[in-house]
């Protein structure tokens, strides 16, 4: 059951690139416990509101919280540390490394032991193996990463950003590009880990798996929130119909 009080609160934030405002004073709030969605047409702004939650961004003027803290002054791996966890909408596998090998690679920042050694062992290896088996690719461990199919490399990056234990998943995209059959699975994947208490917000493009899978639902348009609320609240806003869902 949800929680209460927002885990993540994004306030009055706006950044532009040159004379381009990307992200229009977007003010949002995601529950803690929800899996909550960022959607709106290509260039709306959502993969620069990403960049600036996850720390990657660059300058920009207003205020981004998480957990009670305020975190738009920290390093994207002080924001990681913290429980604040990002996938990508391309992977960013290390191709010729092992899949057990990219699923311990982000304690490599934290733990220098795990780079010093060179080896995937104990305590890490458990829990890799353990994450790989959540994501139902236990029997690929040893396969080179760039040896998957891309729905599979996707799967390998869910389990990666699970290694560091988030309370907080940013998810670009899950479902693009991914075959029908690991759609599936990577639905099932988030509301297992959504069920152990696992927050999300997530981009996605496949409007009705937003729907059924996300609540609230956030919809940008040319860098503003245009609409807000439960997936049959937004699906009948006229303003969405309007800039997005109508096509
Ligand atoms: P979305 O993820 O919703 O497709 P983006 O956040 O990628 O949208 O882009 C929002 C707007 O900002 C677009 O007009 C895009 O061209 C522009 N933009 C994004 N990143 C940059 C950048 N690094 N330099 C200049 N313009 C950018």
Redesign the pocket.
Known sequence: PPETGPLLEVRGVHKA??G?T??DDVSLAVPAGSITALI???????????NLVSGTGGAHTGEIWFDGERIDGLSPPARAHRGLGRTFQLTRLFRSMTVLENVVAPLAEFSPRVLASGAVSGHEADRARELLGFVGLGRFEAEQAGALSYGQQKLVELAQVMMLQPRLVLLDEPAGGVNPALVERMTDIIRAAHLQGVTFLV?EHDIPLVLDLCDPVFV?DR?KVIASGAPSDVREDPAVLDAYLGG
């Open positions: 690139f040159g381009l990307a992200v709106g047409p290509n260039g709306s702004g959502k993969t620069t509101l990403f981009v940008l860098g």
